[in-house]
């Protein structure tokens, strides 16, 4: 009886599954060998595994059951290789390239070596690459392009030399780029502005050279944008103000000029950190910074800026970090002050950092109504005098206070014995008189003790000798008498920093005066007068024990 259609239909379908099943097989076996051989590669070219990271890649188990190596359920091909941490030093298999399935490779934080292979081009399907933290070398793949699923790469912290690969600007899906700390040069290229998905591209601490393209205000995802200590000249490009989203800007330590733009604040409203420090930016603070009212810190110091400071910012009650040091913003105005009172609602402010700033003011009572959790104050190096206001007693959570370097007068407020927590005091050059308060000895925390070159009086105070974590007391320059407390002394550590930096001059002086005293007595006419020789051998040989010892 001949088969009817419909059987031999059936027939044949089953006959081409089987085939289907056969072939499938036969891929996905093949598949696995060339991921198991490119695992066992990998191995072979580490030379240091300390943790034994590597230990259980061996042919005693499935290669998905391997530590550090992850598999896909329905292939049961490598996906996932995570080997962060493990002190593993070697080089990099080229046979890495053959793990078609990979989607992401993390070596972060090891000593791997060599160049970063071209085969790692062929892994179309990566979408992460973590290689920071080692010790790569040579250049970065131009057929990196090749990886045109790539998410993110990181290859910061490594020696990595040459120019960002123009290639690189072909990966459309590519949100976060980091290569800080590597060697590369050749620029900020324009052609990374194709990268209209980044959202965080950070280059620090690369000789690049060069300016900053506009392109970059192509990158409207951006966020994040580091580009510290890259040898940058020119201006910041106003493109870059369009970027709405940005939150963090880091172009610190560069050779930048030109000014901030006057709209910042308005078209940054997102921004929460601002790093400009170290370049040559010049003109006043734009006002407009008081409407970004999610900064947490603001940094701005060694720049050649100017003018009074008009920022309001009470309206920026995150801020916790403000540093506006070495900058020229004296006006010789009454009120050029008047920015520390918009301060006081600035609670989780930590740092205020005003150091060198040429500000010729009086300090105002309204210092101590900053946070609490005011840990640094430093307005040392200006031109501030009047008195020290008593209200800086207030400032309870303060472990260093720097006012050295000013035009202060009158009495050292005795609550500056409130400030418990106290670790640091710089009062150094300045023009204050009267007595140490006997407070000061509340400062248990005391570290170092500035009060050099003023016009300090009376006995030091005894109290002082409740301070006993000194280990600096600079006390020269001024009209102190007494003695250092003993309490002090009975502390190896405490004596020799007195000793070398406090009663230096004064030693120096006695043993001037008592020279000079040698040689009146050794040149007095009458013989009864005159200092026998055992007397000066002895007198010198004191003075000289003495110098030594300084």
Same mark, same amino acid.
């Given at each position: ?37 490119a695992l066992l590669k990998i191995k072979s070219l580490v030379t240091q595994d300390p943790y ?112 960002? #690969? ?22 900020? #290229? ?51 103000? !369009?970027?709405?989203?940005?939150? !963090? ?15 910042? /604040? ?24 008081? !409407? ?32 506006? /040091? ?165 502390? #190896? ?41 055992? !007397? ?15």
């Amino acid at each position: 009886m001949k088969p009817t259609i419909s059987s031999s239909s059936s027939a044949t379908h089953f006959l081409i599954y089987g085939v289907v099943i056969y072939l499938t097989s036969t891929i996905i076996s093949g598949g696995n060998e060339t991921d198991h051989e490119a695992l066992l590669k990998i191995k072979s070219l580490v030379t240091q595994d300390p943790y034994g990271a590597l230990s259980s890649w061996n042919n005693s188990f499935h290669f998905c059951d391997w530590d550090h190596v992850y598999c896909g359920k329905r292939h049961r091909r490598v996906t996932y290789i995570e080997l962060e941490s493990n002190g593993l030093e070697g080089s990099l298999s080229p046979y890495v390239g053959n793990l078609s399935f990979l989607r992401m490779l993390s070596l972060r934080n090891n000593s791997f070596q060599g160049t970063i292979p071209h085969e790692l081009g062929r892994l179309s399907r990566l979408r992460f690459l973590r290689l920071y933290l080692n010790k790569f070398s040579g250049v970065i793949p131009s057929n990196i392009s090749g990886c045109f699923n790539l998410e993110k790469i990181g290859l910061s912290s490594n020696e990595l030399v040459g120019s960002i #690969p123009k290639e690189i600007s072909f990966l459309s899906k590519l949100t976060f780029l980091s290569l800080d700390d590597n060697k590369l040069t050749g620029g900020t #290229p324009p052609f990374l502005g194709n990268l209209t998905s980044m959202e965080v591209f950070s280059v620090v601490n690369n000789p690049l050279g060069g300016s900053i393209p506009h392109t970059l205000g192509h990158l409207k995802s951006l966020k994040e944008i580091y580009l510290g200590v890259c040898n940058l000249s020119g201006t910041i490009p106003d493109s870059l103000y !369009n970027l709405s989203l940005l939150t !963090n800007i880091s172009l610190s330590e560069n050779q930048l000029t030109g000014s901030i733009h006057t709209g910042i /604040g308005r078209m940054l409203p997102y921004l929460v950190s601002l790093q400009l420090w170290g370049n040559q930016l010049t003109g006043p603070l734009p006002s407009s910074i008081s !409407n970004c009212s999610r900064l947490t810190g603001f940094e701005v110091f060694e720049n050649k800026f100017s003018g009074k400071i008009k920022i309001d910012f009470s309206k920026l009650r995150d801020i916790y970090f403000i540093s506006m /040091g070495i900058n020229n913003f004296g006006t010789k105005e009454p009120d050029e002050m008047s920015f520390i009172d918009s301060l006081k609602n600035c609670s989780k402010l930590v740092t205020l950092a005003l150091p060198n700033c040429n500000f010729q003011g009086v300090l105002p009572w309204s210092i101590g109504n900053l946070s609490s959790q005011l840990k640094h104050l430093f307005l040392n190096g200006n031109q501030l005098h009047g008195n020290l206001p008593t209200s800086i007693g207030n400032l309870v959570g303060l472990e260093t206070l720097s006012l050295a370097g000013n035009q202060f007068a009158g009495n050292i407020p005795s609550t500056i014995g409130n400030i418990q927590n106290l670790g640091v005091l710089y009062l150094s050059f300045n023009q204050l008189s009267g007595q140490i308060p006997h407070a000061m000895g509340n400062l248990s925390s005391l570290t170092k003790l500035y009060l050099s070159s003023n016009m300090l009086d009376g006995v030091i105070p005894s109290s002082l000798g409740n301070c006993r974590n000194l280990l600096a007391l600079i006390l020269y320059g001024n009209k102190l008498s007494g003695k250092i407390p003993t309490q002090l002394l009975q502390e #190896p550590k405490v004596v020799k920093e007195i000793r070398e930096e406090t009663n230096m001059k004064t030693i120096i002086e006695e043993c001037v005066a008592s020279t000079v005293k040698i040689g009146v007595s050794c040149s007095m006419d009458s013989p009864t007068q005159r200092m026998d020789i055992k !007397n000066v051998v002895n007198e010198l040989q004191h003075i000289l024990n003495t110098l030594q010892n300084i």
